[in-house]
């Protein structure tokens, strides 16, 4: 079964940028899908992204519109999350989690994705 390995958090100022890579142990064309999560202490895991690999076609959160954008390098195996105007809000732990299809077709529910990375911090300072 493809693992997902998430990098590229850090801890950065109010204001830049970050991508995220979420790199697949086998094809990306594995998986049916893939999508990203954050979750902050004491909340529950957020939506805001998700890509279906054959179709390239990208979908997010209302909440992630404008700022967030997932796309896919086939050729590295790799999902990325590109985040624009970091804000202190956005500090979680990032997942990326992947589909195989069927009952495992991703979208807004964690209960979509048969697999998760470990995550990756991100922290944003004022």
């Known amino acids: 079964q493809v693992q997902l390995v998430e990098s590229g958090g850090g801890s950065v100022q109010a204001g830049g940028s970050l991508r995220l890579s979420c790199a697949a142990s086998?094809?990306?064309?594995?998986?049916?899908?893939a999508g990203w999560f954050r979750q902050a202490p004491g909340q529950e895991r957020q939506y805001l992204a998700y890509i279906d690999i054959a179709g390239d076609r990208s979908y997010y959160a209302d909440s992630a519109r404008g700022r967030f954008t997932v796309s896919q390098d086939r050729s590295k195996n790799t999902v990325y999350l590109d985040i624009d105007s970091l804000k202190p809000d956005d500090t979680a732990q990032y997942f990326c989690?992947?589909?195989?299809?069927?009952?495992?077709?991703?979208?807004?529910?964690?209960?979509?994705?048969?697999?998760w990375g470990q995550g990756t911090q991100v922290t944003v300072s004022a």
């Open positions: 989690g992947g589909g195989k299809g069927g009952a495992y077709y991703c979208g807004t529910d964690p209960q979509r994705y048969d697999r």
């Open positions: 086998g094809s990306l064309y594995d998986l049916y899908c």
